[in-house]
């Protein structure tokens, strides 16, 4: 039994130590002996697993070229949660889009049970689907929260490339672990490519989104000039992220008191929409120049980015999508920080409060990031107010 370093609470880890046990000897004496009677592929097969949220996703996909450039007869295959569909279906370096909504990341408004049953139906189906081809190679880019080497076992996967912090690394040709020192994802990600001889980094990477279109005429969006609107996201997947409603109100005040840009808010949850009503309220010298997207979908959302002047976000997928295509001021409050900071194209500037983070920033043109020890407050500091404007208006 190897050491490994678990990403998990203490009271998970040992029941990953314990699974663990059992599934190095399945895979020392039947799983890996199995592998050597795969046949080899015409070309080069890859199959990619990503259980996590779009931001992950859309991380994922900016290595794809990369291995177009390396391997240009390589198809491609990813297996994902239905929520992930939208970033990879319309890629053209991806064959096919598999869908396994896994549980542990399944952020659906229903039960626990539902999840688990939607997890084995989907697992059934994907496995259905993927027993039909051969890999040469599968990478899971998940080190944290839900892997899925556990399906290797039900395909035919000649070599594996993963992180064994989550259990089940027995399963996996190499098994890796995360540094000591702070990292950001991507790398993670290049990581395991090296394994496949393909180079990439953080500072390095291509980032696009493969579909961009400018057509907002079929769309629900009633704003008066998009081209002059700050599009602003208040919303975030883990509420513990998001900022109250006085601080968005005292937020844009400060924004349509110095700047001209209309204001563009987009969320799908209710706190947006309550937002708008309270604006509208509160700043009522302003209604003329503040608009709402109402409910649209994943692909009207990335068309804003690429049409509006600049956008505001906090710690979500609007920060790795906006800093693609515009101008992007992100408030990452209580995140990974850098981790997960955005992979920029456009100007990006970051506040967060990752103090572990507090030195870091990426070596990307137009990237910068300010650590800021209490972000609820950052609006009682004239300088930052000034500094967050300029960085708009300019």
Excluded at 203 to 230: R, W
Excluded at 277 to 284: N, T
Aim: hydrophobic share 40%; glycine share 4%.
């Amino acid at each position: 039994m190897k050491f490994r370093k678990y990403c998990a609470l203490r009271r998970v880890m040992y029941f990953l130590w314990l699974k663990d046990i059992f599934v190095d000897i399945y895979a020392q004496l039947i799983y890996k002996p199995r592998l050597k009677t795969l046949q080899t592929t015409s070309s080069t097969n890859l199959l990619f697993f990503n259980s996590g949220h779009l931001g992950d996703a859309l991380m994922m996909s900016y290595c794809f070229p990369e291995i177009k450039k390396k391997y240009p007869n390589s198809v491609i295959d990813v297996v994902c949660g239905e929520w992930c569909k939208f970033i990879f279906e319309k890629n053209p370096n991806v064959r096919n889009v598999i869908i396994q909504n896994h549980y542990m990341t399944n952020r659906s408004d229903i039960s626990v049970l539902k999840k688990i049953i939607n997890h084995f139906k989907t697992a059934r189906l994907a496995t259905k689907k993927l027993k039909k081809e051969t890999y040469d190679f599968s990478i899971d880019v998940r080190y944290s929260g839900a892997v899925s080497h556990w399906i290797l076992p039900f395909i035919k996967v000649k070599k594996s490339y993963g992180f064994g912090t989550r259990g089940y690394g027995g399963l996996l040709e190499k098994e890796f672990f995360l540094p000591d020192n702070l990292f950001h994802s991507y790398n993670m990600t290049a990581t395991l490519l090296n394994e496949i001889n393909v180079k990439t980094n953080v500072s390095e990477a291509v980032v696009y989104l493969p579909f961009q279109s400018k057509n907002l005429e079929k769309t629900e969006i009633k704003v008066v000039n998009l081209a002059n609107s700050v599009v602003v996201f208040p919303e975030s997947g883990d509420e513990i992220k998001m900022f109250d409603y006085d601080f968005w109100i005292k937020f844009c005040q400060e924004i349509l008191e110095k700047v001209s840009y209309d204001l563009l808010l987009c969320g799908e949850k209710g706190f947006t929409e309550t937002l708008f009503g309270k604006l509208q309220q509160k700043l009522p010298n302003f209604k003329n120049r503040i608009f709402f997207t109402g409910k649209i979908s994943l692909l009207e959302v990335a068309i804003l980015p690429q049409m509006g002047i600049a956008a505001v976000t906090l710690d979500s997928f609007p920060a790795h999508l906006c800093s693609i295509f515009c101008k992007t001021l992100v408030l990452s409050k209580k995140a990974m920080g850098y981790e997960f900071f955005p992979i920029n194209n456009k100007e990006t500037l970051l506040f967060h409060d990752h103090l572990p983070s507090l030195q870091l920033s990426l070596d990307r043109k137009g990237f910068s990031a300010h650590y800021i020890e209490d972000l609820d407050l950052i609006l009682n500091d004239k300088n930052k107010i000034a500094e967050m404007v300029k960085f708009l208006a300019n």
